[in-house]
């Protein structure tokens, strides 16, 4: 199945993608020539991994009926500024006191199940084209 994404320019640094009729609005920090105006396109690639954590540990705690209420997702990242590249990133779920302890491994093994954690770990193939 193939799926698309668009995207335009709507001047300065901007660059918006088009994805299931929703637009996605990104710029350039200040220090970069923008005007801060929206994430970085690398922060949304940051943004999509600890969401989908999230969204996991959410699923997770729904399905079981588990308090979700005093829970909170933190990702930190390590990033080598000469490469240009996170070297690690961690991911820490603070859960509320009341979550049975019982569940904190499950928990922790189905945020690792992330679907753009997998897709990193098993990368596409890039095709880059101009016409």
Not at 20 to 29: N, R
Request: charged fraction near 25%; charge should be negative; glycine fraction near 6%.
């Amino acid at each position: 199945m193939k799926k698309r994404i668009d995207v335009y320019f709507p001047g300065g640094k901007g660059v918006d993608a088009k994805v299931d009729g929703m637009i996605i609005h990104t710029d350039q920090s200040v220090e970069n020539g923008g005007q801060g105006a929206a994430p970085e396109p690398f922060q949304f690639f940051l943004i999509s991994i600890a969401t989908c954590a999230g969204i996991y540990a959410l699923e997770f705690c729904q399905a079981r009926e588990l308090p979700v209420q005093d829970m909170a997702l933190t990702m930190s990242y390590e990033f080598d500024e000469k490469n240009e590249l996170c070297e690690k990133m961690n991911i820490d779920l603070s859960l509320p006191p009341e979550f049975p302890e019982r569940y904190k491994k499950a928990i922790v093994r189905v945020m690792g199940l992330c679907s753009v954690k997998k897709q990193i770990m098993n990368p596409p193939e890039f095709v880059i084209s101009a016409k």
